[in-house]
């Protein structure tokens, strides 16, 4: 077998050696970095071969690039390097990966000249002073190949391993069996649609309710795929941490089948969540694990791939076994992993990595996208960008003098953005120029300041320039998809501006176009045109409603044709909706669950039934409720409790809670879960029509019921489960409502008649 590789991505593998340092240090821009490389070459004379193509050979591999410049007058080949301030700060691994860089190339040039030696330069030019910093030394060809081929062997050598590793794991794969002697309901239709997308490159939306093994059902078939549509990774990504959880466990049900399996699987977590150091910075002169980082690196990374399976557990502890950061070992694990199990944000954020790694490696990668009812949400978030006038002037009073000017200058432009609104709340049709231009000047100014000083600067400053640099590069990006607004606050002298993206999908298709496949999975994703174009699916987008395991007979829905929980008629709802919550209670006592629109409907609605009927066992969630909070909660629905607990629709109970068999047999649902009339949201809807036609269900009634059918998605959870969900509105009787509804629901029309006090 024989590979290629370009020169600098050889010396990246082979020869990264020293501390790991992620001190913030202002890098020159892509556009600066071409223009300095231009001033260098300029300034060199007659005779000076720019950008030279250069080749060689090592048994079994082929290395090719291009030398920034090669001066034979003066035999002298050079490596040009752009920066900001001082070049002592340039971190000592990255000189040494820029003297590797050169002297591969030296090598090469040797070799393909005849030179006995070469002079080796590596220029730093500075694009604010342009001034050029040169290190230059002599060296023998002969030494030159030796360092050559010693980077060759190291590549070769994990090369090899890694082609083996891929032809055993496909080898695996192919043997790889459902680990169950038979499909449930349900879960063979998941399957075969999910290979077929990841078998002929579709994008394939899928609506399954749980109870089906939704997560064995789309990795086993994704998986089984791999050998014969050559993928290189998949990405299996959640929106929270239990998904994370069922993806490994139903890994590690089909690795069973084999000892020891070839499929390497990682968990990658969040920094804070793998960090050992919290107190410390990530770089060798405070954190120890940061010290010798990429030294040690090459031995935990082997070690790590030997074993495989690596859970954010495995990791650690191989981690610590060699004395480097957890977390960093996992972000080099991504690159080598055949299947990374990780947040969403990891492939679909601005910056993420396994979408990066993807782009910059050419992967063939598959996505199983997790509870994607979640994504949109979660995206909007992603590409929103925030700035708040209280922190920034508390910012320009502390600010380094050579920053205020440019500061006030952005301060002055701001107070002009809101002069003349009246209102606490107002959607602008663009962003000033003016304060955009005043904005990027202050980016460019702190910039500067940072890479004059970098150390002790103020946390504030830091967290305004990154707030600000996020702000002026989703304001070039602006458009119909995101609004631009500003909110006034109660002195009216101070403002926060909002750019809020509504549709993701502007952001997310370029990403969905890197892959060469992808399912999301949802037990809520209907209308699959609604999840499409706010994701940005590619236009063939495919659909797949899972038969559902459960049948009409275990779940009794009413919906109530004559209560209204409409804003206007809550008063005269509670009475109703109390007593209809007691008669089900006293017909068949046992665990349910009453989600209301807000707060302040469950804690009337609360009081009401308390009162009325106080031997009802009732506990309530609230405003801000910890994480042992919410497990007594759910600890109170036990198999022998009964009572009802009183939440919130869209909250922490409202989906991805487990309460099986008689620890939750019914559900009342006092909400249609839309969305407040708000100015965003109507705002929302506007756009939506404008985009898609179709403003007030996608910015209102699609979310909604999303919420509403998660909520109600609690009662029934495995196939021997019997209950009962009450949909407590007039509304929920509408064709066009009951459409979104699961289809095996058999939706009774049903009215209520309030009982006389003492009947
Ligand atoms: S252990 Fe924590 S502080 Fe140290 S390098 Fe890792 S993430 Fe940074």
Redesign the pocket.
């Known amino acids: 077998m024989s590979y290629a590789v370009a020169v600098r991505a050889l010396c990246e593998f082979t020869a990264k050696e020293g501390d790991?340092d992620?001190r913030f240090t202002p890098a020159p821009t892509a556009a600066e970095g071409m223009a300095g490389h231009s001033t260098v070459v300029g300034r060199r004379g007659a005779g000076y071969v720019a950008e030279m193509p250069l080749a060689g050979a090592y048994p079994g591999l082929l290395v090719s690039g291009r030398a920034d410049g090669y001066d034979p007058a003066q035999n002298l080949l050079e490596e040009i390097k752009t920066h900001r301030g001082d070049v002592a700060r340039i971190p000592a691994n990255h000189r040494l990966l820029h003297w590797a860089q050169v002297k591969v190339y030296g090598w090469l040039l040797c070799d393909g000249l005849g030179l006995e030696e070469i002079d080796l330069a590596v220029v730093y030019f500075n694009v604010l002073s342009q001034k050029e910093t040169v290190f230059r030394e002599r060296f023998a060809a002969i030494e030159l190949r030796t360092f050559f081929e010693l980077q060759c062997a190291r590549f070769v050598a994990w090369a090899e391993q890694e082609t083996a590793h891929r032809l055993a794991r496909n080898a695996s794969l192919e043997r790889l069996r459902f680990p169950y002697p038979s499909f449930r309901r349900g879960q063979r239709q998941l399957a075969e649609a999910v290979y077929r997308a990841a078998r002929d490159g579709d994008f394939l939306l899928t609506q399954a309710t749980t109870g089906i093994g939704k997560t064995l059902a789309t990795l086993f078939p994704q998986l089984k795929a791999f050998p014969g549509q050559g993928l290189d990774r998949l990405f299996f990504l959640t929106a929270k941490t239990p998904g994370r959880r069922l993806a490994l466990d139903a890994l590690a049900s089909l690795r069973e089948q084999e000892q020891n399996m070839p499929l390497r699987v990682l968990e990658h977590v969040a920094?804070d969540k793998?960090?050992?150091?919290?107190d410390?910075?990530?770089?060798g002169d405070?954190?120890?694990?940061?010290k010798g980082?990429y030294d040690r690196l090459p031995a935990a990374r082997a070690a790590a791939l030997e074993q495989r399976w690596l859970t954010q557990e495995a990791v650690r502890e191989v981690a610590l076994a060699h004395q480097v950061?957890?977390?960093?070992l996992s972000q080099e694990l991504c690159r080598w992993s055949d299947v990374v199990v990780g947040d969403y944000n990891y492939y679909f954020d601005m910056t993420a990595l396994l979408h990066g790694l993807t782009v910059v490696n050419g992967w063939k990668v598959t996505l199983l996208v997790d509870e994607a009812h979640n994504l949109i949400d979660r995206a909007r978030g992603m590409y929103s960008a925030e700035l708040d006038q209280a922190e920034f002037n508390a910012l320009r009073k502390v600010a380094p003098a050579g920053l205020k000017s440019v500061l006030e200058r952005v301060g002055r432009h701001w107070n002009q953005l809101h002069r003349d609104q009246e209102v606490p709340y107002q959607i602008y049709p663009t962003i000033a120029d003016l304060f955009i231009a005043a904005l990027q000047k202050a980016v460019s100014a702190i910039t500067d300041h940072l890479t004059d000083q970098p150390e002790g600067n103020q946390a504030a400053l830091l967290r305004f320039y990154l707030d600000a640099m996020l702000f002026c590069r989703l304001a070039e990006a602006f458009g119909p998809h995101s609004l631009f607004d500003i909110t006034r606050h109660d002195t009216r002298s101070l403002s926060t501006l909002c750019l809020r993206n509504i549709v993701p999908a502007r952001f997310l298709a370029e990403r969905f176009a890197n892959a060469h496949s992808a399912t999301l999975f949802s037990a809520t994703l209907s209308p699959g045109h609604y999840h499409a174009d706010l994701l940005g699916l590619p236009r063939d987008w495919q659909w797949l409603e899972v038969q559902s395991p459960f049948s009409a007979e275990q779940l009794r829905v009413q919906a109530l044709a004559n209560l209204s929980t409409r804003y206007q008629h809550r008063e005269t709802s509670l009475a109703p909706i109390t007593d209809l919550m007691a008669r089900q209670f006293h017909q068949q006592p046992g665990n349910y669950l009453a989600f209301f629109s807000s707060y302040a409907y469950l804690e009337q609605a609360l009081d009401n039934f308390r009162r009325a009927h106080p031997g009802i066992p009732v506990w309530a969630q609230s405003r801000s409720m910890n994480e042992a909070e919410r497990q007594d909660f759910l600890d109170r629905f036990t198999e022998h409790s009964r009572g009802v607990g009183f939440a919130v629709l869209g909250g922490a109970f409202g989906e991805g809670i487990d309460l099986p068999g008689k620890r939750l047999i019914g559900a009342f649902i006092a909400t249609l879960g839309l969305p407040q009339v708000n100015p965003v949201n109507e705002e929302v809807k506007a756009r939506m029509q404008q985009m898609f036609g179709n403003g007030y269900d996608y910015a209102y009634l699609y979310p909604g019921l999303q919420k509403v059918v998660q909520a109600a998605g609690r009662v029934i959870r495995t196939t021997s489960d019997q209950g009962v969900v009450y949909l407590l509105d007039d509304r929920f009787t509408r064709r066009e409502v009951r459409q979104l509804l699961p289809s095996w629901w058999q939706v009774e029309r049903a009215i209520h008649t309030l009982q006389k006090p003492g009947a």
């Open positions: 790991l992620l920094r793998a960090c050992e150091y919290p410390k910075a990530c770089h405070s954190c120890p694990l940061a980082f950061c957890p977390y960093y």
